[in-house]
T-cell receptor, first 118, second 109 residues
Framework: KAGVTQTPRYLIKTRGQQVTLSCSPI?????VSWYQQTPGQGLQFLFE???????NKGNFPGRFSGRQFSNSRSEMNVSTLELGDSALYLC?????????????????FGPGTRLLVL | DQQVKQNSPSLSVQEGRISILNCDYT??????FLWYKKYPAEGPTFLIS?????DKNEDGRFTVFLNKSAKHLSLHIVPSQPGDSAVYFC????????FGTGTSLTVIP
């Protein structure tokens, strides 16, 4: 199976602009999660989508939003970009059971989108 | 509030020796733990996992140990190889995945 793919891989924006990142999960995976990675902060959870519904949300401002389509592909949008939004944005997919979040499932990551805000 | 902590930002080990990476967590409700390996400019790659009903899981050169009473897990790599040089993240599964800040492992030839 093909792995998780993310586009674009690199992006340069200026403050105040908005950006949309895309993620295609592994075929058959219905859960997609987004993370922000910055130096020294590890992976910070943004949100998780399952069957087009946001099921969990991390502690990020409302400028960060996402959605999931019927084919499980997901997009993440950041509006009014700030310098501090410069980071590696990672998408991960997993094959969830119907009984609840994660359980014993494993997340598989894409290569990430490197966003630089100038 | 960091629920999963990796207190050693970096670790250097000689090739052939054992590498031990440590991870602590605060939430006793976590029931599944994972280790990921990350190379620069790539996404994290799943390495090994362990359920809270076990205290050890082994996969080749990689072994994960879980001490639930201490809320501590560790990853042992034996023998360490230069290709193991990467950043290692531990993660715990609750209502979401919680990741540590990573430990950069350097294996010296």
């Amino acid at each position: 199976k093909a792995g998780v793919t993310q586009t674009p891989r690199y992006l340069i924006k200026t403050r105040g602009q908005q950006v949309t990142l895309s993620c295609s999960p592994i075929s058959g995976h219905r859960s997609v999660s987004w993370y922000q990675q910055t130096p020294g902060q590890g992976l910070q959870f943004l949100f998780e989508y399952f069957s087009e519904t946001q099921r969990n949300k991390g502690n990020f401002p409302g400028r960060f939003s996402g959605r999931q389509f019927s084919n499980s592909r997901s997009e993440m949008n950041v509006s009014t970009l700030e310098l501090g939004d410069s980071a590696l944005y990672l998408c991960a997919s997993s094959h969830l059971g119907e009984q609840g979040p994660f359980g014993q499932e494993t997340q598989y990551f894409g290569p990430g989108t490197r966003l630089l805000v100038l | 509030d960091q629920q999963v902590k990796q207190n050693s930002p970096s670790l250097s080990v000689q090739e052939g020796r054992i590498s031990i990476l440590n991870c602590d967590y605060t939430n006793s409700m976590f029931d599944y733990f994972l280790w990921y390996k990350k190379y620069p400019a790539e996404g994290p790659t799943f390495l090994i996992s362990i359920s809270s009903i076990k205290d050890k899981n082994e996969d080749g050169r990689f072994t994960v140990f879980l001490n639930k009473s201490a809320k501590h897990l560790s990853l042992h790599i034996v023998p360490s190889q230069p290709g193991d040089s990467a950043v290692y993240f531990c993660a715990a599964s609750g209502n979401q995945f919680y990741f540590g800040t990573g430990t950069s492992l350097t294996v010296i030839p």
